[in-house]
């Protein structure tokens, strides 16, 4: 499972949050570092959260979350509590690793001051995104 939520914003000045949900299958190997599979092996999109039409928008903060398909909610949502405890000691971009469940977040250079609020933000729409499987 490869959830990513993006605060992406248009040429026009539109500013969004547009997040995809993808599954790999019930025969996929997942793999040790997982990290990778964001820009490697997404899986299929099986949902979508689009407030901002996709094409040529900058992307001013990401989160991806990766875990085995069928991972429960509970878990994913403590992963992310504990990245979001941890991000003082952390800078941006960061990879993640809770138990089972990877994180990949960033955020560009003007929202650092505010990036916990901006991972909150993210974190909502990828799981809600979950809560519909």
Known sequence: ?????????????????????????????WPQDAAVLADTEPGKVILRHIEVPPGFNLVAAYLDVLAPDGTPREEIAGAL??????????????????????????????????????????ASVALALLAEL
């Open 81 to 122: 509590a504990a990245v979001r405890q941890d991000l003082g000691e952390r800078l941006a971009p960061t990879v993640f690793v809770h138990g089972r469940v990877t994180i990949r977040f960033g955020v560009e250079l003007r929202l650092h001051v505010v990036r916990a609020q901006q991972l909150d933000m993210l």
């Open 1 to 29: 499972m490869y959830a990513t939520a993006h605060l992406v914003r248009s040429s026009a000045g539109d500013e969004g949050i547009n997040a995809f949900l993808h599954l790999h299958g019930p025969d996929f190997p």
